[in-house]
């Protein structure tokens, strides 16, 4: 869960956990003007969190960056 609790440093979110399975966390992302629904793969480092009604999926590097799915850094 490092990288998530990086990302989330990163981004200024705190965060809000309601469950955990051995391969993932869920709950919600607090950033300070919006709350967004998170599901988090440990395994994969896979971060999929909810503007919205929308999904935002993203993959996290071991310091919690985010990362295209093959690897490498995103440029946005």
Partial sequence: MKPLVLWC???EAKLRLHG???NEVWGE???SNRTARFR??????T????????PKTIFLDDMGVERQENG????D
């Fill in 72 to 75: 490498d850094q995103q440029t």
């Fill in 29 to 31: 992302l607090d950033f």
């Fill in 20 to 22: 955990r399975s051995a």
């Fill in 40 to 45: 988090y793969q440990i395994d994969t480092r």
């Fill in 47 to 54: 971060l999929t969190f909810w503007k919205g009604n929308t």
């Fill in 9 to 11: 440093r990163w981004h």
